[in-house]
């Protein structure tokens, strides 16, 4: 059975003050892991797809990497506007292209 | 503009009463999903449709029932049977296969049940 634990459940942050958000997971026949970010009330936005392990993409303040464990989340000089919930999923083919998410990160970046 | 609606927004149930969730989407998306959302939970897998006239349980079917009559819809209904309705349901879409992107999940804005 997939398996996916984000740590930690809730972050604070000072705005300008780096970090990164951890997503451990076990499972057959990695299709894919994905990072989702979303605001409250309101349905998860896309943000990034690994494939294979040593896969690094970036955005804006951004950028996920990926191992054959885990994957982080690096938030660089993080502002304001990047206070939301992270989540990460994986695919596999045990739920067809189905998504199975950890319980998320809340981030909270004060001024 | 291609996306996905979910209706309604907001909607209150009394106990015993089933109700349906709504989910379009214009996207020519082959596979459609559902999943519940409740705070500290993240997201479930209700059930999932990978092409019209076919789907699949997932990991917390029980209580719910859904139809893929056409490619655009996958309505879900909350039957009386559900325990503890109360949540947050998200609506997604894919295109349905393995391929960078076409895997991607497109989540609607989702609807909030509560059960009075």
């Known amino acids: 059975e997939d398996q996916v634990t984000q740590s930690p459940e809730a972050l604070r942050l000072q705005e300008g003050e780096s970090s990164s958000l951890n997503c451990s997971y076990t499972?057959?026949?990695?299709?894919?892991l994905f990072w989702y970010r979303q605001d409250p009330g309101k349905g998860p936005e896309f943000l990034f797809t690994?494939?294979?392990a040593g896969e690094e993409k970036e955005k804006e303040r951004l950028k996920a990497t990926l191992t054959k464990k885990e994957s982080f989340l690096h938030i660089t000089a993080p502002k304001p506007e990047d206070s939301a919930t992270y989540l990460c999923?994986?695919?596999?083919?045990?739920?067809?292209?189905?998504?199975?998410f950890g319980k998320g990160t809340s981030l909270l970046v004060t001024p | 503009d291609g996306g996905i609606t979910q209706s309604p927004k907001y909607l209150f149930r009394k106990e015993g009463q089933n109700v349906t969730l709504s989910c379009e989407q214009n996207l020519n998306h082959d596979a459609m999903y559902w999943y519940r959302q409740d705070p500290g939970q993240g997201l479930r897998l209700i059930y999932y449709?990978?092409?019209?006239?076919d789907f699949q349980k997932g990991d917390i079917a029980e209580g719910y029932s859904v139809s893929r009559e056409k490619k655009e819809s996958f309505p879900l209904t909350v039957t009386s049977a559900q325990k503890n309705p109360t949540a947050f349901y998200l609506c997604?879409?894919?295109?349905?296969?393995w391929g960078s992107g076409a895997n991607v999940l497109t989540f609607g804005a989702g609807s909030r049940l509560t059960v009075l």
């Open positions: 690994l494939y294979s």
């Open positions: 499972v057959s026949g990695l299709r894919g």
């Open positions: 997604a879409s894919s295109m349905g296969g």
């Open positions: 999923a994986v695919q596999s083919p045990n739920s067809g292209y189905a998504l199975n």
């Open positions: 449709s990978q092409i019209v006239n």
